[in-house]
């Protein structure tokens, strides 16, 4: 058994800094070495303003937060990055650069060529492209990136499908959780008793991610993915309505048993069952069904033939959990057992 | 001009009663006559759990509730039924037997092909089946039905469309508001911080009724419909994001010109403009659009090219009034303008 | 009849502004002539970020956004300040030096001796204090506030309470809107799902401004004052729970009488019954009682005897019109009928 | 160590039921031995409809649902009553009266003077009742009652005050959960973007509740109690507003110290805190709070001196866990504890 790893945190008083150190709350082979934000000095529980309804660890509380020249965070063995896009690429890049391994969920590198745009369980020999990058970049570390919260609960639902039936063209709809939008984020006044049908750069991400992850190492996937984002006032978790065409004709119970058929990790915090499936008619529920596998799985259900496209369903998953810091920690798993870090 | 005609109201206390009460509020040409619901002989006031937030109307809150075979209710020109489905058809049927016309929010007689499924802007012509349900039925009355709320919203953007490019396949995905789901309808411990992908019957609905709507008199259009409908915690307001794909190619452009293009009527309750056009791209949302045209209009944004089907688009209209009592309202005062009344 | 005067608005673009715009629609007596906030030079239609479901008024979305140094400013009979506490103090005294009637809706000027703090119904005779202020301050113009939301709605109640029976303590317990902390103001994710029982300042206000309000014009009334107040997930309308112990004891019949004998003003945005009783044991409700006249009116109920101080009871009011700009608006019609413009 | 005791749950699945469930999973003293409910014959997991987001155990899922004359049910050590006021009553009674313990969240028999009513860290003495039950009633079994949510979380606060400064005077404000109303309880319609100020009896029972538990084991305590109890759009949690006048003057430094005085028990459910203070000054929060000691504690703040009783804090509890099942199961414990079972 290896040594435990000390983990650094970019961000770490942000929402997903916080979800950073939820996800790693008694982790059995990382530990917080290095909490990385803006008021650098002060202790960690006075400056993050605690979203959850547990408490933050005492440990983590007690932590002083440092900047990012830190000597702290250049002993680290890893590094998660929940810094906010345009800030996170130059300081990712830099740290990189000088040894470290960034895991990142910001979208500053994830369609660079030789990054990897990683969901565990969908695209893991993605990580070969840190052979490339290593060539191409001459860092001593490297970045490793995560997808953006959509793409990468569609994505789950989606490999195993294509792997069988060749998908062409997606058409999704999204109906998004708040915390998506970090804190303080979306205001109040803007969303209770309403639904806003727009999410900044959202769309573009979805496209452009899962055809990258659902490609191969060196080439995206050609299909089309058309999409509309929306954000409804829901706390956490992301449903996500899809309809698909593939190449080779796919019935429900063949998508049934694609959707289960997709492989579990042996990994921490994978989940034991990656695509849940619900056979009552008025599920996956966003609030019912968010937090399955501990919030890594994704639960889909209202599987249909349609006669648009072919096939749609409705797919539920925890934005913050499988499609954050969640998924990031498990990469992380991943690169440690592959001796990647 | 004509004078007032007396209307009575059926399932009066129910949610699309109040809505009628509303709707009918200071009308030029209707006067409400008689109000039929359960706790006939008590005043409307005790009896309405009144859910608006203007005060019931004082005229109307010391009406006596009447039951369906009382004499005021045969003394009127125009039925407006706001009876749940499955209640209303023999309780329509019968009332149109003895002679009374009746406009139905219900879905029971929707489909019968020699009955009118209204929405007004969009199919006004389809009146003409009245004539025939007159031969086939020898009824006195008549019965005339308008759309299930999600449809009537659809198929107002789907009509200059249609006429222009010829709509093939439909998708839309609703989200829609708790108030569709009457009262006390949705347990709020369903619906808070929760989407619900589900709602019995609408999605079946959409299909076949867009389809009655958009066809001729006697005989549906050829349109494939695939409906995703769900729940989401707003109090009123349908959104609805639509993909199309048509025989002739219509751009973005195009698009609008055909929206603009929709005839608004000259009568009381029509909006001077039926389709409202948003050019923010956050729009429309559903608080802040809902009662475009009091209520009356529905609102399109987000105009797009899509490239697994062709057109996309988002449309938000009020569920009670546009999808409901306002556009019965609407239906009767065009066949008052027709002198069907 | 007077001609119309026409009024300059500070802040226009924040939430307090755009009340005072919708205020202000159709207005008989003021017409809006300068619109100031930051952005000078863009139309107005493109700066302010709308929040009402009915669209800005075209002549308003069309008025070009100037600075508080433009001469549009300083040809106004009235200016109606929506700018934020601590920003306007200094503002709102400089254009009052300079001649111009100030009516601010902000914190900053509220307590200082010789500045009225008004609720029409209730104290318009302290716009004495207006030659006090003349004396001592020797402006061309003048400052006059309007109350806090919260202590606005409550001394609406207490005033016909105080004149009959001598009030000697109140305990208030508040559940406030969202709308009240301006915009963006409270983040959703603090607020969905949540009740958070602290507003900066609030409750604070409420005890002095109580006193200021209900006392001579020279001397705050002795009336001692304690509050909670709590932000409740509710987009406007602030619900008010409030206990009284009176010098002389008062009945509840006694109570609702002198409720209904608070007089109304015959000014446009007066309501016509200050005070509206509800007689339902579950009223008056947030959402369905917060627009009752027009948003000007206060609703109260459950007024029940209390063994701890004596009298108990709950009031609903609009916060951003009667307890807002509503107010303000209703202050300069006072104003202007006393010709004090 | 004793054997594990055998339970019923009565009303097993309705909200109450559920919360049983909830708090009896993994249990090391108790297991699940009989589910009672309307439908018997079918398994647990089609009939309830199941509102958390952790799946039902599988063990419960697949019990058979039995009727109350079961042979099921005659064979258990205790029994949970989730059953609804009014119908609990009778069927408790004659449960008892054949031989059975049942611990009852039902209001029916709270006030009986033989019944104990227990809040477990408060008044445990007060089981010494159940001698003068068994003497007056001559059962077999017994019935034990827990306290209405609002008045368990409320209780708990006023103990360590009481027992130190004897409490003379109570106000209380509430702002309570939808899930307190059980299930489909409020409707959607009813409580989003609103308060309610209405609970029907609640006020009641918080009054006459309070005083039997802070009673000794044969007369109520003379305490004056008046509370206004609202209801407010939240899942989970009640807040309580609460101010204080006690005979001794009472600092806000040693009503902390009274607090934290409350002593915990050594049971499985008990939290180690049973009182927790914040001091940050927005806390307690509704969401941010009420899981803390798994549900199981109160969490107090905002503590101040106020000019109308004497003192005032806001508190937060779990009204189905703490205010609910997870009581009842505490007291359970402590009946098994001190061989009552």
Same mark, same amino acid.
């Given at each position: 058994?290896?040594?435990?790893?000390?983990?650094?945190?970019?961000?770490?008083?942000?929402? #997903?800094?916080?979800?950073?150190?939820?996800?790693?709350?008694?982790?059995?082979?990382?530990?917080?070495?290095?909490?990385?934000?803006?008021?650098?000095?002060?202790?960690? +529980?006075?400056?993050?303003?605690?979203?959850?309804?547990?408490?933050?660890?005492?440990?983590? @509380?007690?932590? *002083?937060?440092?900047?990012?020249?830190?000597?702290?965070?250049?002993?680290?063995?890893?590094?998660?990055?929940?810094?906010?896009?345009?800030?996170?690429?130059?300081?990712?890049?830099?740290?990189?650069?000088?040894?470290?391994?960034?895991?990142?969920?910001? $979208?500053?590198? !994830?369609?660079?060529?030789?990054?990897?745009? #990683?969901?565990?369980?969908?695209?893991?020999?993605?990580?070969?492209?840190? %052979?490339?990058? %290593?060539?191409?970049?001459?860092?001593?570390?490297?970045?490793? *990136?995560?997808?953006?919260?959509?793409?990468?609960?569609?994505?789950?639902?989606?490999?195993?499908?294509?792997?069988?039936? !060749?998908?062409?063209?997606?058409?999704?709809?999204?109906?998004?959780?708040?915390?998506?939008?970090?804190?303080? +984020?979306?205001?109040?006044?803007? #969303?209770?008793?309403? =639904?806003?049908?727009? #999410?900044?750069?959202?769309?573009?991400?979805?496209?452009?991610?899962?055809?990258?992850?659902?490609?191969?190492?060196?080439?995206? @996937?050609?299909?089309?993915?058309?999409?509309?984002?929306?954000?409804?006032?829901?706390?956490?978790?992301?449903?996500?309505?899809?309809?698909?065409?593939?190449?080779?004709?796919?019935?429900?119970?063949?998508?049934?048993?694609?959707?289960?058929?997709?492989?579990?990790?042996?990994?921490?915090? @994978?989940?034991?069952?990656?695509?849940?499936?619900?056979?009552?008619?008025?599920?996956?529920?966003?609030?019912?069904?968010?937090?399955?596998?501990?919030?890594?799985?994704?639960? =889909?259900?209202?599987?249909?033939?349609?006669?648009?496209? +072919?096939?749609?369903?409705?797919?539920?998953?925890?934005?913050?959990?499988?499609?954050?810091?969640?998924?990031?920690?498990?990469?992380?798993?991943?690169?440690? $057992?592959?001796?990647?870090?």
């Amino acid at each position: 058994m290896n040594e435990v790893k000390r983990v650094g945190i970019l961000g770490a008083a942000g929402l #997903i800094g916080q979800q950073f150190i939820q996800s790693l709350r008694d982790h059995p082979q990382f530990e917080i070495a290095a909490l990385v934000d803006v008021r650098a000095g002060e202790p960690y +529980g006075k400056v993050a303003r605690w979203r959850f309804d547990t408490q933050i660890p005492e440990s983590v @509380a007690d932590l *002083t937060i440092c900047d990012v020249n830190s000597p702290l965070l250049k002993d680290v063995d890893l590094v998660f990055s929940g810094l906010p896009g345009d800030v996170a690429g130059p300081i990712e890049a830099e740290l990189a650069r000088k040894g470290l391994m960034v895991i990142s969920k910001a $979208k500053d590198h !994830r369609l660079e060529r030789d990054i990897p745009l #990683i969901v565990p369980e969908v695209n893991h020999e993605h990580l070969d492209l840190l %052979k490339v990058q %290593k060539d191409l970049r001459n860092w001593q570390g490297a970045i490793i *990136t995560t997808a953006n919260c959509t793409t990468s609960i569609l994505t789950m639902t989606l490999k195993p499908i294509h792997d069988e039936f !060749r998908i062409k063209k997606i058409s999704v709809v999204t109906m998004q959780a708040i915390s998506g939008a970090g804190y303080p +984020g979306v205001s109040s006044l803007d #969303i209770m008793d309403n =639904v806003i049908p727009y #999410i900044g750069g959202e769309e573009e991400k979805c496209r452009v991610e899962t055809r990258k992850i659902l490609g191969g190492v060196d080439s995206p @996937a050609s299909i089309d993915v058309s999409a509309t984002c929306t954000r409804v006032p829901v706390l956490d978790g992301h449903m996500e309505v899809v309809s698909l065409q593939t190449q080779n004709e796919v019935g429900i119970a063949e998508a049934k048993n694609a959707f289960l058929s997709l492989k579990p990790l042996t990994l921490h915090s @994978a989940p034991k069952h990656p695509i849940v499936l619900r056979e009552q008619e008025d599920r996956p529920q966003t609030r019912l069904d968010r937090y399955e596998g501990n919030g890594m799985s994704v639960v =889909v259900g209202r599987i249909q033939k349609d006669t648009c496209l +072919g096939l749609r369903y409705v797919v539920v998953g925890h934005n913050t959990i499988r499609g954050g810091a969640g998924e990031a920690v498990l990469t992380g798993e991943l690169m440690e $057992k592959r001796n990647l870090l």
